[in-house]
């Protein structure tokens, strides 16, 4: 069992960033810990992929030229997507704060990133949306 709870099928968790560095970073990261990582440098790129895309969980950078985090964030929503999606940001202010809170991000988390803290909220956002999508065994 991986940090993520997940035994037997891995999580896939979603990376959009437009830093090549923090990308290859996160996966790494990531894969250490059995995960399965697809990357994404651009808003854009990743919704045009999102229809064919399966995750757990999406990583996702405020900051990113064209569509920004946030513009991906309630654009997911509105297309009806569930799974967590945790915000990045290496320029936090109240402002992008009230922002992912109001798009409902799982989480705002500031770089550099911290490993324990990626983990930590992971565990906790992909395990309760797959305890979600488990079938009742109380009949």
Do not use: W
Request: with cysteine; net charge negative.
């Amino acid at each position: 069992m991986n940090s993520c709870g997940c035994e037997g099928n891995a999580a896939v968790v979603v990376v959009v960033d437009d830093d090549d560095a923090v990308r290859d970073s996160l996966r790494i990261l990531l894969e250490t810990d059995d995960i399965n990582v697809l990357t994404y440098a651009s808003g854009e790129e990743f919704l045009a992929s999102y229809p064919h895309t399966k995750c757990d969980c999406v990583m996702l950078d405020v900051h990113l030229p064209g569509v920004n985090g946030i513009s991906v964030l309630q654009q997911l929503t509105a297309e009806g997507f569930e799974d967590p999606v945790i915000l990045m940001t290496g320029r936090p202010s109240e402002a992008v704060r009230a922002e992912a809170k109001r798009a409902g991000a799982l989480a705002l988390l500031l770089k550099p990133l911290d490993g324990n803290k990626i983990f930590d909220i992971l565990n906790n956002g992909i395990a309760s949306r797959r305890s979600l999508q488990e079938p009742d065994r109380f009949h």
